[in-house]
């Protein structure tokens, strides 16, 4: 069965950079068919796409977002992890990663997400 | 980028209700249209995709439509297990965006 874990810091101080993995177990991260994703949810937030990543170094990032984030894949360990930069108290958020594929690219099945909190 | 509106943000009813929440796109997102149900402190969880098509898993008594702008997602008869809250996602265009979601609660 595909499950996602993220691991991660849950405290980051406001101007460094956070960095996610995510684990992948119960399938090969090197699937053609599927995309690998991050997404955030804020508290009274909608969910917000950040980006994902193909194995073969395709990436897609959000706009909004795309000047502060990298996404990279390691299949050695079935691995792909998230960076983003410049961390402000506005990026304080669940962080989650999730399978993207199939009709309509839904995302599944998704981590249990990261609780990560940026404080002085 | 495509705004996804959903209505109501917050629904009351009880169990065996038949219940209804509405989906509506700034923009076509044609069918590329997924439905997600949540519950506090968990991952989301999808339920329908492709604007009407049932999870595999899920139970028969959720149902979608709708193409284009605007989507629904009803459930038939709610079961105690149902009451989270349930949002909408469009991956016809980049980025992918999300409704601010639907709160189901007990009444």
């Known amino acids: 069965q595909l499950q996602l874990q993220e691991s991660g810091p849950g405290l980051v101080k406001p101007s460094e950079t956070l960095s996610l993995t995510c684990t992948v177990s119960?399938?090969?991260?090197?699937?053609?068919?599927?995309?690998w994703g991050w997404a955030r949810q804020s508290p009274g937030e909608a969910l917000e796409w950040i980006g994902s990543i193909h194995y073969r170094g395709n990436t897609y990032y959000n706009p909004s977002l795309e000047s502060r984030v990298t996404i990279s894949v390691d299949t050695s360990k079935n691995q792909f992890f998230l960076e983003m930069r410049s961390m402000t108290v506005a990026d304080t958020a669940r962080y989650f990663c999730?399978?993207?594929?199939?009709?309509?690219?839904?995302?599944?099945?998704w981590g249990p997400g990261i609780l990560t909190t940026v404080s002085a | 980028d495509t705004q996804l509106t959903q209505s109501p943000s917050t629904l009351s009813a009880s169990v065996g209700d038949r219940v209804t929440i509405t989906c509506r796109a700034s923009?076509?997102?044609?069918?590329?249209l997924n439905w997600y149900q949540q519950k506090p402190g968990k991952a989301p969880k999808v339920l329908i995709y492709a604007a009407s098509s049932l999870e595999a898993g899920v139970p028969s008594r959720f149902s979608a439509s709708g193409s284009g702008t605007e989507f629904t997602l009803t459930i038939s008869s709610l079961q105690p297990e149902d009451f989270a809250t349930y949002f909408c996602?469009?991956?016809?265009?980049?980025?992918?965006?999300f409704g601010r979601g639907t709160r189901l609660d007990v009444k």
């Open positions: 923009q076509t997102v044609s069918s590329n």
């Open positions: 119960g399938d090969s991260i090197t699937s053609s068919r599927h995309y």
């Open positions: 996602q469009q991956s016809y265009t980049l980025p992918y965006t």
């Open positions: 999730a399978r993207l594929g199939g009709l309509a690219m839904r995302f599944d099945p």
